[in-house]
């Protein structure tokens, strides 16, 4: 089975920390992506990469970076923590292909920000 | 623009009754459609998916979806709900990594 695992399933941070969200995938994908979860919302994409090292943004990147250098590995960075990122974070990841395929979800974090 | 759009945020079903939720597709949208599933506090799981193989797509738990071009949905029903199905529910497109805003399904005993 596919597995995408999340470092963190709860992480409590003070306004203006850096937080790293660490995503780690098994299946060799060429593609990952993070989403931020709000109620009402549904899913808003934040980033995401097709490489290693290449990154392109999505909707709402403001306030967010990430890093990917290797191809498991995609890391979520809030550079300086505010309240309005308290959230749902989750790490998606899918094979290369023709549109992206089937999202291959981790079990999400959890961040609250205070 | 969105490439999926749900209708309804919350639907409310009894234990046994017809289940029906409805996503449609912007016309853009390449074949390829999916409904995923997050039970509370998890991520999302993969429910069905349509590839244009076949118009009528069966998934886990009992649930399937039915591709209509003409009417441009990918409707989810299942025939019987059941309260393990309370769950919130999303329909997405194979293109732009976008999701419907979600249904929340509660189901009543």
């Known amino acids: 089975d596919v597995k995408v695992t999340q470092s963190s399933r709860y992480l409590v941070k003070r306004t203006g920390e850096k937080v790293f969200l660490e995503c780690v995938q098994d299946?060799?994908?060429?593609?990952m992506f993070w989403y931020r979860q709000d109620p009402g919302l549904g899913l808003r994409l934040i980033y995401f990469?097709?490489?290693?090292?290449?990154?392109e943004k999505g909707d709402i990147p403001e306030g967010y970076s990430v890093s990917r250098e290797k191809k498991e590995r995609f890391s979520l960075i809030l550079e300086s923590a505010s309240t309005n990122q308290t959230s749902m974070y989750l790490c998606?990841?899918?094979?290369?292909?023709?549109?992206?395929?089937?999202?291959?979800f981790g079990e999400g974090s959890r961040l609250t920000v205070l | 623009a969105q490439s999926v759009t749900q209708l309804g945020s919350h639907v409310s079903v009894s234990e046994g009754a017809l289940v029906l939720l409805r996503c449609n597709y912007s016309?853009?949208?390449?074949?390829?459609l999916f409904w995923y599933v997050q039970y509370p506090n998890q991520g999302l799981q993969l429910l069905l998916k349509?590839?244009?193989?076949?118009?009528l797509v069966k998934g886990i738990n009992g649930f399937e979806a039915e591709f209509k071009k003409s009417e441009t949905s990918f409707h989810l029903t299942k025939p019987s709900a059941h309260m393990s199905d309370a769950a919130e529910y999303f329909c997405?497109?194979?293109?732009?990594?976008?999701f419907g805003a979600g249904t929340r399904l509660t189901v009543k005993p």
């Open positions: 998606a990841s899918s094979p290369q292909g023709a549109g992206t395929g089937e999202l291959f």
């Open positions: 299946m060799d994908h060429e593609n």
């Open positions: 990469s097709y490489d290693v090292k290449m990154k």
């Open positions: 016309s853009s949208v390449p074949p390829y």
């Open positions: 349509y590839t244009s193989a076949a118009t």
């Open positions: 997405a497109g194979d293109n732009d990594m976008r």
